[in-house]
């Protein structure tokens, strides 16, 4: 069995920042990619970054610039560095991992349970 566990979410006033971690464990084969995506209430869920195993990146247009995403192959585990975070920021934010479970099975997607994130102005 997979799980994903996020933390990191809260509140932060407009301009701040915070940091969201999120670690797979279980059984793990091989981890294609993790991100972040998010979800606003009445919206869809939308990608916010993803990182691949070789280590390149890419990242909605709303967050270029104030977003980073890295990760810790040998931990399993992705972070999201958000920075002058606004208003438009606020959703619960889900980790996803893209990963095969064992050398028998394909890849396939996991996600946490979601963490909220709340910018006040």
């Known amino acids: 069995q997979v799980q994903l566990v996020e933390s990191g979410g809260g509140l932060v006033l407009a301009g701040g920042s915070l940091r969201l971690s999120c670690a797979a464990s279980?059984?793990?084969?091989?981890?294609?990619?993790m991100g972040w995506y998010r979800q606003a209430p009445g919206k869809q869920r939308e990608l916010v970054a993803r990182?691949?195993?070789?280590?390149?990146?890419s990242y909605a247009d709303s967050v270029k610039g104030r977003f980073t995403i890295s990760r810790d192959n040998a931990k399993n585990t992705v972070y999201l560095q958000m920075n002058s975070l606004n208003a438009d920021d606020t959703a619960v934010y889900y980790c996803?991992?893209?990963?095969?479970?064992?050398?028998?099975?394909?890849?396939?997607?996991?996600w946490g349970q979601g963490t909220q994130v709340t910018v006040s102005s």
């Open positions: 990182i691949f195993s070789g280590g390149s990146s």
């Open positions: 996803n991992a893209v990963l095969a479970p064992s050398d028998n099975m394909r890849y396939s997607n996991y």
């Open positions: 279980g059984s793990i084969f091989s981890i294609n990619s």
